[in-house]
């Protein structure tokens, strides 16, 4: 397939990228910088400028490929405000691209994060939320897989709230950053609540398998650890940076604060059962060993 990438220089975009050339796909990626265009046609791809917040450029990619891979985000998102104000033009670059997609059949294929369910993994059959945080996420999503019903074969990678690779990325990145910001390895709530996590490279398949053979209207979970302890991967944070391992308040992390507090764990069996997907990289506790004082 010749597929349109948008995001395709971020920390899941890069692998979603290579692992589509990687097994006979042409990618046309979005690149709002030249330094991201180059980037890109390094890797094997073919760009076009813009971001998503060009809606124009959105239509005439999509019209041009045999499927779509949507990724990109703000990289702004430090407050509520501009958390808000990036899904919103999330929510309109989805809508273009499944618009330019009508009654093609062609792939569609979107993100967002794993539910929440109360006192268990969550699964693949649980609605997403639609609100707190990021409850206009699921409102788009779940938009997006209706146009199953409108001739595009719309589907869904849930991702954990860690995506990482070598040491950074997601949730567990953040706690790192902000570690190495206040000088303390914190942990909000009690540090029990438990979060999934994927290696992005895994991540990476998940969406191919998707892009390749989702049947229209569907979600999947790109989980490959259920759930580690937050005190867990703190303690692993505090050891490689040598700080000292505390909890703190929920507002230390911003917006993400209440998502940060709440336990979490997701399973993938049924996309592991149906798409024989397979994760075979580091765990995230693995990967944190890579941090760097």
């Known amino acids: 397939m010749h597929v349109f990438v948008t995001g395709g220089t971020g920390t899941i975009g890069t692998p979603v990228v290579a ?20 980037t890109l046609e390094q890797a094997g791809a073919s760009t076009i400028r813009g971001s ?14 045999d499927g779509v891979i949507s990724l990109a985000f703000s990289r702004d998102y430090g407050s509520t405000e501009s958390l808000q104000q990036g899904m919103a033009e999330e929510t309109a670059a989805m809508t273009t691209l499944a618009d330019a997609l009508l009654g093609s059949d062609r792939p569609l294929v979107v993100v967002s994060g794993t539910p929440w369910a109360e006192g268990r993994p969550s699964t693949e059959e649980d609605p997403l939320p639609t609100d707190g945080p990021v409850g206009g996420r699921g409102i788009t999503v779940n938009a997006i897989l ?30 790192t950053e902000n570690a190495r910001r206040t000088g303390v390895a914190g942990y ?39 759930g580690d302890a937050v005190i867990d991967l703190v303690r692993v944070i505090g050891r ?3 700080l000292p391992v505390e909890q703190v308040p929920e507002e230390t992390f911003g917006p993400f604060g209440p998502i940060f507090a709440t336990d979490q764990p997701a ?9 024989g997907w397979t994760p075979t990289h580091p765990s995230v ?7 760097q004082p």
Do not use: C, K
């Not at 869904?156 to 860690?162: G, K």
């Open 19 to 38: 692992e589509m050339l990687a097994n006979g796909h042409t990618v046309l990626a979005l690149a709002r910088s030249e330094a991201s265009a180059t």
């Open 52 to 65: 998503i917040a060009d809606l124009d450029v959105l239509r005439t990619a999509a019209g041009q490929v």
């Open 146 to 175: 209706g146009y199953a019903d409108r001739g595009v074969r719309s589907s869904a990678i849930r991702l954990p709230r860690t995506v990482h690779a070598n040491g950074t990325g997601g949730l567990a990145g953040l706690l």
């Open 188 to 226: 909000p709530g009690d540090g029990s609540q438990r979060w999934p996590a994927v290696h992005a490279a895994d991540a990476a398949v998940l969406f191919r398998l998707a892009l390749e053979s989702a049947p229209a209207g569907s979600a999947w979970h790109a989980v490959a650890d259920e």
């Open 240 to 242: 490689r940076l040598g």
């Open 267 to 275: 399973s993938s069996a049924i996309t592991r059962r149906a798409l």
């Open 285 to 291: 506790l693995e990967d944190l060993e890579l941090v």
